[in-house]
C-alpha cells in the first residue's frame, strides 16, 4: 500500500536479453531453399515410396474367412453356436510355393476389443501373480469379477473373452495328411511374456488357483492352457498374451502360429492343404466374423499397401510443387533474385 | 442515515459541562489492506478463484469426472487444475501476507498521544478520531490531522506528500490560526465534512470555546489537514487532532483498485473459447447420437464378450444417455485447455518486463525508467487507432522560457544570448531591453503587479527548503535576479498581503489583494486572455489584443496582467464576502468562486508576457510516426486556440497543406445568427467536405495514408463540443455527435482546446464508443488527464512535473513523450504479434489433439475410449507443448525492433484486431481440422494390418494412440518452428528440448512398471513402436505431409510491396547475430 522509496540507481540492466537484442537466427524461407528442398523430400519420398511399394507386393497374403455364414461352408455346421463341441474343416490350395516364414493370424471382425467397459474390465495385480488379487479381485473386471461368489482368475472381459479356437494345418500329398508343425513361441511381445505378465511363484501352478473359478467362458483354467510347457502356462501363455494386448480397431488380427520349423521352414510349397478347425468361439451375435490369414512379413511388416502408395503420392506431389514454383518464379520474376 | 458532516472533540473534551457527552462512533485507525485471514483463507481465495469462469469449467469437469464414470480418470484434469489453484493461491497468499505485514508496520507503529497534558505512546492502530497526536520531524502521521501547533515559529509546517501523489517537493500546511499555546486547555470542536478521497479537498470548521466567550470560529481547509502517509518534514514537531482514522484516511480512500480493464485479445479469447465449446458440446452429441443409433442395431449393444452390469441395465435410458454425454465431454473437454490461461497470464506478466527493463525508456533526468502498472494491456498497445494527448507536459515541456511582453501596446523583447531560462514561471525573467518605451510609471506597475502577483510562485520556490535559492532567478543574468529581488524585498517591506485569489482552470485567472505603504488598497490579476479581457475596460483591450493574438500564434503561452484600485467599502465588502466563503461548510468552492467573481471586475489592463513552451523532445517525430502509423491523433487541452494550434503546426500534427476546419465560438459567431444554426450549417457544411467528397477509403486499408488527398485538420473547442453533445432536442444531439465524429475520422488530426478534465472524459468515451470500438490511448502527465487516462483503453502518463497523479492511474508510465513511439510502434506491435499467435497456436494444437480422439469414436463403439494414455493427456498441454509457445510468445520479433521503429507504417498491417479476425481463425481452425483428420487416418490406414513389426507381432490401441500422439507432438512444435522468424537460443533450447523430452519420458513412462498405475497400458509400447520401420515412415510422412503445404503458403505469399525489404532483411537460412549497441 505505501509505495516503496523509488531507488535512485534503477537503470535498467543492459544485457542482450532484457534489451531484447538476444542473437538470433532469423531463417526465411525462399525459393531458393524450397524448391530444391520439395525435389529432394520429393525424390527420398518416391525412393521409399517404391520400395515400401515393391516390398508390400512382394508379400504374400492368403485369408481364409471359416466363420460359416454362408450354407456352402464346411463350417456352416458349426456356426448355430449350439455350444457343444464342433470341428470343420477348410480346404485350400496354393499354386505357388507361400515364402517362409509364414505367419499364421487368425482375424476378427466388428469386434469390439477397444470398448472402454471392456479394455478395462482386467485386474493387472492378479496378472502379475499376486495372490492377494486372486482372492479379492478388482472391481474393474465386473461382472466377470466374482462366479458364485468365488473369485475368477483371470477376471474381466478381456480374459474371458480369449479367443479359443484352435487350428491345425494339414498338407494333403498324395491323400495324406501330413501336419504342418506350428511354431507357437515368439508370438506375443517379449516385454509381456517376460516381464510385464508373471504367473504366481507357486509349483505346481495349479495350487495357486485354489479357491478361484475359471472364467465362465474358458473350456479350461489358466493353468491348463499349455500342459506340456510349464513356460507357456497360466498368464504367460502366448495366446493370452495376444489376447490381452487388445486390439486398436474393431476389424483386427492376431498372431496365432508360426511356420518355422521341419519340411515348412522356407515356406509352404505348392499344394493342396487341409485347416482344421476346432470351432469354439461365437461370433455371429454379434454379426462379427472370423478368418484365418497367412502372410509372410518383410522388413516393414504386414502387407501394406497404404504407406507405399501414399510415400509415392508424396513423392510425386513434393516434385510437382516444386516445378510449379519453378515456373511461377520463373515467370514471375519474385523480388528475390534482385 | 449518512450524515453530512462529523463532529470531533479535541481531546474528548466536550464542549460544555452540562450536556451529556456521547462520544461519536468512528473507525479505528487500523489499515486493512489485506484481503484474507489465517481462517477465511481457503474458502474465500477458493471462492474468488472459482468465481473466474474457465476455473470454474475445469472445476465441473472434474467434479463430472469424480461422480460419473468416465474414460479418463480426475486426475488428468484435477492435476493440472489443482496445479493452477495452488499456485495461484500460494501467490495471492503471499501477497496478502506482505500487506499484512505491511499492515502490521503502519498499525503497530508507536505514536504518541497527548491525553490531560501527558504524553503516552501508544502503537498506531489504537488512536482514535479525536486524540490529539504528536508527530517528530521526518516521521509520517499515522492518521488524517488537523494541525493545532507546530515547532516553528510562523506556525507552520513542511510536509512532502511523496508517498501519496509523488510529488516530493515541501508543502505548507498552516496550523488553525489563533488556537491556543497551551492544548491543554483546549476546548474545541471541529465539524468537517464526512471522509471524501480527494487528497485536495477538505472543508471545515473548527469551534473554539473559551470561558466566557461567544465560541470563536475557524475555517479548515486542505492547509489545514495533514494527511496519513505524507511525512513531517524541517519541522521539529508538530501537534494535530485526529479528524480521520484507519480506512477512513483519504490514503485508505484512495486506495481503492482500478477497474479492470480488458483487452480486445480477450475479448476474441472468450468468443473463440465460445465457439469451442460449441465443438465441445456438439461433438460430445454427436457422439451421443450416433452411440445409440449404433446400439440400437441387433447385437451390437451387449456383446456376449462385453457383458453389461445389472445396474447398467436397470438405468434409466436418458440417464443412461446424459452421463454418456457427459463421459464424451470429459473425454474432448482438453479442447479447451486450462493451460492456455496459464500461458497468457505468464505471457503477459513476464512479456511487461521488457517494457520495464527498456533502456530507451529510461530518462537520466528522473533516473527512471517506464513503468507498467498494468500488464493485461501489453498487446493493446499495438492496436491503438486514436491517441488523446494533453498539451501542456505533455507534447510541451511545461519549462517556460519568457520571451516577450508588451505593456501598454509596446513591445518588450528579451534579448539575451542565454535563453535557455530555467525559469520556474513565467514572469522570472522580465524585460532586458527596452525599445519603445512606455510610460515610467506604467512600467513599474506592470513589473510590480507581476512581481507580487506571482509572489505565490516565489513562495513556493522558498518551500523547497530554506536553503535553496529561488531556483527561478538562478539561471537569469544578475541584474535581473536583482530587478525581481528588488521588486521582493519591495513587496515585504512595501506591499502588505491581503488575499490570494487562487488560481483555477475554470477561472485561468489568479489575484492578489494588497495594501501598499502608503495605504492603497490595489487588487493585482494575471490570467488568460479570455478570462481578462471581459473583465477589463474594454478600449484598453484593443492595444493589447494585437500583441496577445501575434504571440499566440507563434506558439507562445499569453498572461495578461490588470489591477484595479480598491475603495476601502470595496475592500471591506470583499473581505467580509472572502472571509464567509472560505468559512462555509457547505458549497465552498462555488461561494468563493461568485466572490473571485465580483472582486474582480473593472479592472485596467497595463500589458501581456509572452512565454515560450517548449515541445518535448521529438514531440514532432513522434505524433508524425503515430500519424504515419495510422493512428488520429487528437490533441486535448485546456489551453487556447491559438495556442494550441500552433504547438499542433510545431507538432507537425498540422501540415502547411492541411486545411483547418474550425468549429469554435468564434467560427459560430461570425455569421451573426443563432448558433444552434450555425452549428448545424457548419457541420453539415464540414461533413460534405471531409466525409462525402473525400475520395472512398480503400478496402483493407483502415485509413488513406496518401500525400495526394488534401489533409483536414478538424479544431473545436469546450463551449462548441458541450453544444454538440447537449444539444437542447435529443434527435439532433445524436445527429451532431455522428458528423462530429464522421468529420473526425476524416481527419488526420483533431484539436480540442479549452478543455475541461471531464470533456476529455467525454470526448474519450465518445470514440470509445463511437462505430467499430476503436481502441483508444490517452496520454497526459497532469491530475487533469486522469479522467480521460481512465476513460481511454489504454492510458499512459507521463512522469512529468506536474505531480504524480497521471502516473499512479495510468496502465503504463513513460518519462517522455518520445518514447511512446517504441512503446507502441515495438513493444505493442510484437506484443499484439506475439499473443495473437499464442492464442490462434493454442486453440490450433488443442483442435488436432482431440479430434483424434473424437474420430476414434466411430471406431471403438462410441464408448468413449481415450486414443492417449492418461499421461499423455495430461502432460500434453503442461510439459510437451508449452514450453516453445511460451518462449515464442516471449521472444519472437517476426520484424526486428528497429525495422518497425523506421517504418510506422507495419503498425497497419495488424490494425483492427487483424491477426485475430475470424478469417484468419478460421483458417488456423481448419489447419487442426486438416492436420487432426490426417494424424488419425494416416494411422488408421496403417493399422489395417496391424503386423507393423518384422517379427509378424501385431500392435494394439495404445500403439495406435502413442504413434498418432507422436505426430501430433511433433507436428504442432515444428509448425511453431516454421512460425518461428527470431530463433534465439533459448527458442532453439526449448524446441528441440521439448521434443526431446518428449522421446525422453515416453521412454520413461513405458520403461518402469509403475506400482501406483493400475494398468500397465503404455509398458514398452513406444519403444517397441520405435522398432517398427514402418511406424518410423508413418510418423515422418504424417508430420511432412502436415507441415509442406504450410511451406507452400509461406511461399506464395512472399511479402510483396514497399515493405518486403524491410520485412525481409537477412539472407536466407543464415546466422545473423544482431549487433550490440554500446
New interface residues.
Given amino acids: ?3 516503496e ?2 531507488e ?7 544485457t ?1 536479453y ?17 524448391i530444391p ?2 525435389v529432394s ?1 520429393g525424390l527420398v ?1 518416391i525412393g ?1 515410396g517404391v520400395a ?1 511399394f515393391v516390398t508390400s507386393q512382394s508379400i504374400q497374403v492368403l485369408e481364409i474367412d471359416y466363420t460359416g455364414v454362408e450354407q456352402s461352408s464346411p463350417c456352416f455346421k458349426c456356426s448355430d453356436q449350439t455350444g457343444k463341441k464342433c470341428d470343420c474343416v477348410m480346404n485350400f490350395d496354393i499354386d505357388s510355393l507361400f515364402k517362409g ?1 509364414v ?1 499364421f ?1 487368425y482375424g476378427l471382425s466388428n ?12 485386474d ?1 495385480n492378479q496378472l ?1 501373480g499376486d495372490l492377494d488379487y486372486f482372492t479379492n479381485p ?1 472391481d ?1 473386471c ?3 469379477q466374482n462366479d458364485r461368489n468365488k473369485p475368477i482368475v483371470p477376471c474381466g ?1 478381456i480374459a ?2 480369449m479367443f479359443n479356437d484352435t487350428f491345425q494345418l494339414f498338407q494333403l500329398v498324395n491323400g495324406q495328411k501330413k501336419e504342418v508343425p506350428l511354431d507357437g513361441k ?4 517379449w ?1 509381456d511374456y517376460n ?2 505378465y508373471r504367473n504366481p511363484s507357486v509349483t505346481p501352478l495349479r495350487n495357486a488357483f485354489n479357491g478361484t473359478v475359471k472364467p465362465p ?1 474358458w473350456p479350461q483354467a489358466a493353468y491348463e492352457l499349455d500342459t506340456k510347457d510349464t513356460s507357456n502356462n497360466g498368464f504367460i501363455n502366448q495366446d493370452f498374451l ?1 489376447w490381452m ?11 496365432y502360429r ?1 511356420i518355422t520349423e521341419g519340411d515348412y521352414a522356407s515356406g509352404l510349397p505348392a499344394g493342396n492343404y487341409s485347416l482344421q478347425i476346432a470351432y469354439n468361439y ?1 461370433v455371429l ?4 466374423r472370423k478368418k484365418v490369414v497367412f ?1 509372410n ?8 499397401e ?2 507405399g502408395i ?2 509415392l503420392v ?1 513423392g510425386s506431389l ?1 516434385v510437382l ?1 516444386s516445378i510449379v ?1 519453378l515456373i ?1 518464379y520463373a515467370k514471375f520474376k ?3 533474385e534482385d | 442515515i449518512r450524515v453530512d458532516s462529523r463532529t470531533i472533540y479535541v481531546g474528548h473534551r466536550s464542549s460544555s459541562t452540562n450536556e451529556a457527552f456521547i462520544p461519536p462512533k468512528f473507525c479505528d485507525n487500523r ?1 486493512v ?1 489485506s484481503k484474507y485471514t489465517v481462517w477465511n483463507f481457503l474458502p474465500k481465495n477458493l471462492f474468488e478463484q472459482f468465481r473466474r469462469i474457465a476455473n470454474f469449467y475445469f472445476l465441473i469437469i472434474f467434479l463430472v469426472q469424480v461422480i460419473v464414470d468416465t ?1 479418463t480418470s480426475p486426475v488428468t484434469s484435477g492435476l493440472p487444475l489443482f496445479f493452477v489453484i495452488t499456485v495461484t493461491a500460494i501467490k495471492q497468499g503471499y501477497e496478502d501476507w506482505l ?1 499484512h505485514k ?2 502490521n508496520e ?1 498499525n503497530k507503529y508507536p505514536v504518541t498521544v497527548l491525553e490531560d497534558g501527558r504524553r503516552i505512546r501508544k502503537e498506531s492502530e489504537k488512536i482514535k478520531v479525536g486524540d490529539v497526536v504528536e508527530v517528530e520531524e521526518d516521521k509520517t502521521f499515522p492518521c488524517d490531522l488537523i494541525l493545532l501547533q507546530s515547532s516553528r515559529g510562523d506556525d507552520t509546517c513542511f510536509v512532502t506528500t ?2 501519496l501523489d ?1 510529488e516530493s517537493n515541501h508543502k505548507t500546511h498552516y496550523t488553525v490560526p489563533d488556537t491556543e499555546k497551551d492544548l491543554e486547555s483546549l476546548n474545541a470542536t471541529i465539524e468537517c465534512e464526512q471522509p471524501q478521497p480527494d487528497l485536495y479537498k477538505f472543508v471545515g470548521r473548527m469551534h473554539i470555546y473559551k470561558t466566557n466567550q461567544e465560541p470563536a470560529v475557524r475555517s479548515l481547509g486542505p492547509e489545514n489537514l495533514l494527511l496519513k ?1 505524507a511525512t513531517l518534514k524541517n519541522t521539529q514537531k508538530i501537534c494535530g487532532v485526529a479528524v480521520y482514522t484507519g480506512m477512513e484516511t483519504k ?1 485508505a480512500l484512495n ?1 481503492q483498485g482500478k477497474s479492470q480493464k480488458r483487452s480486445a485479445v480477450e475479448k476474441s479469447i472468450n468468443a473463440f473459447l465460445l465457439v469451442y465449446l460449441c465443438i465441445l458440446v456438439s461433438k460430445a452429441l454427436v457422439c451421443t447420437t450416433l452411440k445409440y443409433v449404433w446400439q440400437g442395431k ?3 449393444d451387449e ?8 445396474r447398467e441395465k436397470d438405468t434409466n435410458l436418458y440417464l443412461k444417455m446424459f452421463t454418456d454425454f457427459l463421459s464424451f465431454m470429459v473425454l474432448f473437454n482438453f479442447i479447451i485447455p486450462v493451460s492456455m490461461y496459464v500461458t497468457v497470464e505468464m505471457q503477459k506478466f513476464l512479456g511487461s ?2 517494457i ?4 530507451d ?2 530518462d537520466p533526468e528522473i ?3 517506464a513503468l507498467v502498472n498494468t500488464s493485461d494491456l501489453n498487446e493493446e498497445l499495438g492496436q491503438v487507432e486514436y491517441v488523446f494527448t494533453d498539451k501542456t507536459g505533455t507534447l510541451t515541456q511545461n519549462n517556460m522560457e519568457f520571451i516577450e511582453c508588451c505593456i501598454d501596446g509596446f513591445q518588450y523583447k528579451y534579448q539575451d544570448e542565454s535563453s535557455e531560462l530555467d525559469g520556474l514561471c513565467v514572469p522570472d525573467g522580465p524585460v532586458s531591453k527596452l525599445q519603445q518605451k512606455a510610460g515610467r510609471e506604467r512600467e513599474e506597475l506592470f513589473l510590480r503587479a507581476l512581481c507580487l502577483c506571482h509572489t505565490v510562485q516565489v513562495k513556493e520556490s522558498s518551500e523547497q527548503g530554506q536553503a535553496h535559492e529561488q531556483r527561478g532567478f538562478i539561471a537569469s543574468s544578475p541584474d535581473e535576479v536583482a530587478l525581481v529581488k528588488g521588486t521582493v524585498v519591495e513587496r515585504s517591506s512595501m506591499y502588505e498581503l491581503l488575499h490570494v485569489l487562487n488560481f483555477d482552470p475554470v477561472r485561468r485567472r489568479m489575484s492578489v489583494i494588497v495594501r501598499s505603504k502608503s495605504g492603497e488598497t490595489l487588487l493585482f490579476c494575471k490570467g488568460a486572455d479570455s478570462s481578462i479581457f471581459p473583465r477589463v475596460k474594454q478600449e484598453e483591450v484593443e492595444r493589447i489584443r494585437m500583441h496577445v493574438e501575434r504571440n499566440a500564434t507563434e506558439g507562445y503561452r499569453t498572461l495578461c496582467v490588470a489591477y484595479k484600485y480598491l475603495s476601502e467599502e470595496e475592500y471591506a465588502q470583499a473581505d467580509a464576502g472572502l472571509r464567509e466563503a472560505r468559512l462555509a461548510l457547505q458549497d465552498r468552492e462555488q461561494k468563493l468562486m461568485s466572490v473571485y467573481n465580483q472582486v474582480e471586475t473593472g479592472m485596467s489592463l497595463i500589458g501581456a508576457t509572452a512565454v515560450e513552451d517548449r515541445l518535448q523532445e521529438e514531440a514532432a517525430e513522434t505524433m508524425e510516426a503515430l500519424q504515419g502509423a495510422g493512428m488520429n491523433v487528437w490533441v486535448l487541452t485546456g489551453d487556447k486556440m491559438e495556442t494550441a494550434k500552433s504547438t499542433c503546426y510545431a507538432c507537425r500534427l498540422f501540415q502547411r497543406s492541411t486545411e483547418l476546419l474550425e468549429l469554435t465560438v468564434r467560427t459560430l459567431e461570425d455569421g451573426g445568427r443563432r448558433r444552434e444554426e450555425r452549428l448545424h450549417e457548419l457541420l453539415l457544411d464540414y461533413h460534405k467536405k471531409a466525409v462525402q467528397d473525400a475520395p472512398p477509403v480503400k478496402a483493407g486499408v483502415t485509413r488513406r495514408w496518401s500525400s495526394a488527398n488534401q489533409d483536414y485538420g478538424f479544431i473545436i473547442d469546450g463551449a462548441t463540443l458541450s453544444m454538440v453533445l447537449n444539444s437542447s432536442s435529443e434527435s439532433n444531439a445524436s445527429r451532431y455527435k455522428n458528423l462530429f465524429l464522421q468529420i473526425c475520422q476524416n481527419c488526420t488530426a483533431v484539436l480540442c482546446c479549452r478543455m475541461a478534465p471531464l470533456q476529455k472524459a467525454q470526448i474519450v468515451k465518445m470514440v470509445k464508443n463511437s462505430k467499430g470500438c476503436p481502441i483508444t490511448l490517452s496520454i497526459g502527465d497532469g491530475a487533469n488527464d486522469v479522467s480521460m487516462i481512465l476513460e481511454a483503453h489504454v492510458g499512459i502518463g507521463i512522469k512529468g512535473k506536474e505531480g504524480r497523479q497521471a502516473v499512479r492511474n495510468s496502465d503504463y508510465a513513460i518519462p517522455k513523450l518520445k518514447h511512446l513511439k517504441k512503446l507502441l510502434l515495438a513493444h505493442g506491435h ?1 506484443y499484439y504479434v506475439r499473443i495473437a499467435h499464442l492464442v490462434q497456436y493454442f486453440f490450433y494444437k488443442n483442435l488436432c489433439f482431440i479430434l483424434p480422439q473424437f474420430l476414434y469414436q466411430f ?3 462410441y ?4 486414443l492417449y494414455d492418461a499421461a499423455y493427456l495430461t502432460m500434453y498441454n503442461i510439459c510437451f507443448t508449452s514450453m516453445p509457445i511460451l518462449a515464442y510468445s516471449l ?1 519472437e ?1 517476426h520484424i ?2 528497429e525495422v518497425l521503429l523506421d517504418n510506422a507504417t507495419l503498425y497497419r498491417d495488424i490494425a483492427k484486431n487483424a491477426m485475430l479476425r475470424w478469417g484468419l481463425f478460421l483458417y488456423w481452425t481448419l489447419l487442426g481440422v486438416f492436420h487432426g483428420l490426417l494424424f488419425f487416418f ?1 494411422v ?18 495404445w ?2 494412440g502413442t504413434i498418432v500422439f507422436t505426430v501430433l507432438v511433433f507436428t504442432v512444435t515444428l509448425k511453431l518452428a516454421l512460425d518461428t ?7 532453439h533450447f526449448v524446441i528441440w528440448g521439448s521434443l526431446a523430452f518428449y522421446v525422453f519420458f515416453s521412454f520413461f513412462w513405458g520403461g518402469i ?1 509403475w506400482p501406483f498405475l ?3 497400458r503404455l ?2 509400447v513406444f519403444a ?1 513402436m520405435l522398432s ?3 511406424a518410423w ?2 510418423i515422418i ?1 504424417l508430420i ?2 502436415s507441415l ?1 503445404p504450410e ?2 503458403l ?3 505469399r ?1 511479402p ?1 510491396g514497399p515493405n ?1 525489404r524491410q520485412i ?1 532483411p ?9 549487433k ?3
Avoid at chain 2, 456383446?303 to 445389472?310: D, G, M, R, S, V
Avoid at chain 2, 522468424?981 to 527458442?987: A, K, L, S
Wanted: one cysteine or more; glycine letters at 6%; hydrophobic letters at 40%.
Fill in positions: 500500500m505505501v509505495k522509496v523509488k535512485l540507481v534503477n537503470r535498467p540492466d543492459n542482450a532484457t534489451q531484447q537484442r538476444l542473437p538470433a537466427w532469423q531463417p526465411m524461407l525462399s525459393a531458393g531453399i524450397v528442398g520439395f523430400i519420398f521409399i515400401l516364414p505367419f493370424y469386434y469390439f476389443q477397444n470398448q472402454r467397459k471392456y479394455s478395462v474390465s482386467i493387472y502379475t478388482d474393474a465386473f461382472p466377470f472381459a474371458n473373452s515368439g508370438i506375443a511381445w516385454t516381464t510385464k467362458s495376444v494386448r487388445t486390439a486398436a480397431l474393431p476389424d483386427f488380427r492376431k498372431l508360426r461365437p451375435s454379434f454379426d462379427g502372410s512379413v518383410s522388413w516393414m511388416g504386414g502387407k501394406n497404404f504407406l501414399a510415400y508424396i513434393c510443387m514454383m511461377v519474385f523480388p528475390e | 489499515i489492506s474414460p500487506r505491511a499492515d503502519v511523496a508517498s509523488g502517509g490514503m486506495y441387433p447385437g451390437q456383446p456376449w464378450y462385453n457383458e453389461k452390469t445389472q518486463f521488457f520495464t527493463w527498456d533502456k525508456f529510461f533516473k527512471e525508467g510484437l471406431f471403438c463403439g464408448s468413449q475410449q481415450p521472444l520479433q526486428c525492433i494416416g488408421r490406414f496403417l493399422f489395417s494390418n496391424p503386423a507393423l513389426q518384422d517379427n509378424g507381432q501385431v500392435f494394439g490401441n500403439s495406435y522468424r527470431h530463433w534465439t537460443w533459448i527458442n512398471i493400475k494398468q500397465q509398458y514398452f517397441n517398427s520401420v514402418s515412415l508413418v510422412l511432412l505431409v509442406l511451406i507452400l509461406v511461399v506464395f512472399k510483396r518486403a525481409a537477412v539472407t536466407p537460412l543464415s546466422y545473423k547475430h544482431l550490440e549497441d554500446d
